[in-house]
């Protein structure tokens, strides 16, 4: 990588100056110029480093034993000079080697993309405790601090010790230090207008309201001023729901109150711990690309990873805490967690478990439930398509607006069935932008007829879910506009006027609009479900016509698909555009045939999947010429 190399000699004969990587410099820019509020939170980013270097020296030091001065004290210590305006923090921890330097306060992990970069900006403007979890909190320091130092020698045997300084514009150099303490000092010197943080009380404060759970002592002087405690590891009874938050911001290194705090421990068939705090907001839905998993995986109170994958399901990466468990070896490797039994075990219990508690809270509180379905409904969607061994219990926490339900009120597949009228079999959904529109669309007026419940979906992955589920509790779930919904026949009373056309007149009807929309369609047929509309278009098989419209964007890009030539056209036999129609059909057939077509598409846009509007607009102003009898 070209920023490794040295760019210019410096002062000392010994240092080499290297540039940031072009991101850093990125970063750094951004920090100094534009972050002007909530600048305290460097403390909480340099406390939180420098107790994850502890952490992974504990680590180190319980599977390789017999490291060299494994018996100092694990522990953070601030010290503050007012007159020289120095904050201070050092730290005992696993430290940096030269080449760790470079990389770690240097380049950035992240693909490290511009949008990325403009998106972090942009957010941190609004909320600095963006940068900490983005994985820059080291470079926080620079907010208050014209210059900063850090003096390191890492935990491996024969470890030199560095200094690593820079100004945060441009470039930084490296100093051989000689010998150093295990571990690592940082050093700030403060900006005139941050002397404040040079100064005890404030400090103090600081600490005690962002890292009061850091895991090791944290000393201002000669002070202990943290309370170390494994939250997760006392009796939910002994917690109070303050305590729940702040343990939260610290660990989630978020601004405010988790949605859900899950605290659950058990024994059989293996013993854990887990304290999970469901976030109020969905990174992922303003565009920061996947989140990152954000569960500690500990060992009796030890760190044995920070946010490994594959701990938990993929789809459950919203999830921030810590889960503990003593029956796990402490050596156990990122490579070897996923195929770890003892990790599938403790997963599986984890997980159901979480699941059955978003169920009761889902009962107990509907309106709390419905704001996190509408922030992380998304992540259960995702779990239910991927998780075959969870997909039941997801899929009772689905929940949708659906025609017996007020606006703006869900109902859950339990709901639904439960309700089912005795001879229903299916369990039937329809897609539509709002509830308004369909509403107004030819598809539900059958259901209301015969009251029959139907859920709506107002997003095409609900489709995509529910279809995919293909059944609830042995009903089928089914698509409202698919060609195999077959209803009872509704008892009408008849009279001349909606009395259907005949069997036979009705057949060579359908016959000759086929043969008029040719490979438009698929086919035509009669249809007994509908009431007042007079045709419409139904899928063949089961898929929702919002599948086939997904399906077909996925095809040839920029051919516009004939969406269609796969639909079902569905007449209504009682209809009198449909008498009026077939009547006309023999005495004057091109208007016949101009209205069939007009007809055909309507239903199309009914069915949401019309794809090239242009003929049909050609053909309606000839029909409004006509209207107007010109
Ligand atoms: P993050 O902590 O999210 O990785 P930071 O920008 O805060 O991002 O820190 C970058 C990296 O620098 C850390 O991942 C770690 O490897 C290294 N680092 C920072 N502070 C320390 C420290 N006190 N001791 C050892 N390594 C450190
Ligand atoms: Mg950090």
């Not at 900006?191 to 943080?197: G, I, L, N, S």
């Not at 600081?206 to 759970?213: C, L, P």
């Not at 490994?308 to 468990?325: K, M, Q, T």
Request: proline fraction near 4%; charge should be negative.
């Amino acid at each position: 990588m070209t920023t490794e190399t040295p760019v210019q000699p410096t002062d000392s004969p010994d240092s080499k100056a290297y540039t940031f990587q072009a991101e850093i410099a990125q970063v750094l820019d951004i920090v100094i110029n534009s972050l002007y509020t909530h600048k305290e939170i460097f403390v909480r980013e340099l406390i939180s480093n420098a107790a994850d270097a502890l952490e992974k020296f504990r680590h180190e030091s319980l599977i390789q034993k017999g490291l060299p001065d494994s018996d100092r004290a694990l522990e953070i210590r601030v010290e503050l000079d007012e007159e020289k305006k120095i904050f201070r923090i050092k730290d005992t921890g696993i430290g940096m080697t030269e080449e760790e330097l470079q990389r770690n306060l240097g380049t950035i992990a992240h693909s490290g993309t511009k949008s990325f970069l403009k998106k972090m900006a942009e957010g941190a403007k609004e909320d600095v405790n963006l940068i900490g979890q983005f994985g820059v909190g080291f470079y926080s320091a620079f907010m208050v601090a014209n210059k900063v130092t850090v003096e390191t020698r890492s935990f491996q045997n024969d470890s030199q010790g560095y200094r690593w300084e820079s100004n945060g514009i441009g470039t930084y150099t490296i100093t051989p230090a000689g010998d150093l303490p295990r571990g690592t000092t940082i050093t700030l010197e403060l900006k005139e207008d941050d002397a404040e943080y040079s100064k005890d009380y404030r400090i103090r404060d600081i600490i005690t309201r962002f890292s009061n759970f850091v895991n090791f002592p944290v000393f201002l002087g000669e002070e202990k001023i943290n309370t170390i405690t494994a939250l997760w590891t006392k009796s939910k009874s002994q917690i109070e729901e303050k305590e729940y938050e702040e343990f939260y911001r610290f660990i989630a290194n978020a601004p405010d109150e988790p949605q859900f705090t899950f605290h659950f421990s058990a024994d059989a068939p293996i013993a854990l711990q887990s304290l999970l705090f469901v976030p109020k907001t969905n990174m992922e839905r303003f565009g920061f690309g996947k989140t990152k998993p954000g569960v500690d995986l500990y060992c009796r109170k030890v760190l044995i990873m920070k946010h490994p994958e594959g701990l938990l399901p993929d789809w459950l990466r919203f999830l921030r805490g810590v889960i503990d468990s003593e029956d796990l070896p402490l050596n156990i490797s990122r490579e070897s967690l996923q195929d770890s039994r003892l990790i599938g075990k403790l997963s599986k219990v984890i997980v159901s478990r979480f699941l059955k508690f978003l169920g009761e809270q889902a009962e107990q509180n509907p309106e709390k439930y419905k704001e996190f379905y509408a922030t992380n409904g998304q992540f259960l969607k995702e779990g239910l398509v991927q998780d075959f061994m969870h997909r039941d219990e997801l899929a009772k926490l689905l929940r949708f607006e659906s025609s017996k339900s007020e606006p703006g009120k869900m109902v859950s597949l339990q709901e639904y069935v439960s309700r089912m009228a005795e001879g229903q079999d299916k369990i039937y959904f329809i897609n539509g932008p709002t509830r308004a529109a369909i509403e107004a669309g030819p598809y539900l007026e059958a259901f209301a007829a015969r009251d029959i419940e139907v859920l709506y979906t107002f997003d095409s992955i609900d489709d995509f879910v529910l279809n995919n589920l293909a059944n609830f509790q042995e009903k089928a779930i089914i698509s409202a506009d698919s060609g195999e919904v077959e209803l009872p026949e509704l008892k009408e009373v008849e009279t001349p006027e909606n009395a259907p056309l005949p069997e036979d007149r009705a057949a060579a009807f359908c016959e000759w609009l086929k043969g008029t929309l040719g490979d438009h369609v698929a086919s035509v047929k009669t249809s007994k479900r509908l009431k007042d509309s007079p045709a419409l278009a139904s899928t063949e098989g089961t898929m929702s016509s919002t599948m086939q419209r997904m399906m077909m964007t996925m095809g040839d890009e920029g051919k516009q698909a004939d969406a269609g030539k796969f639909m079902t056209l569905e007449i209504n036999p009682r209809h009198p555009l449909i008498k009026k129609l077939e009547f006309l059909r023999t005495n004057d057939e091109a208007f016949a045939k101009q209205l069939a077509e007009q007809l055909y598409d309507n239903t199309l846009i009914a069915a949401g999947i019309l794809t090239d509007p242009r003929t049909l607009v050609q053909r309606m102003n000839q029909l409004l010429s006509k209207a107007a009898g010109l």
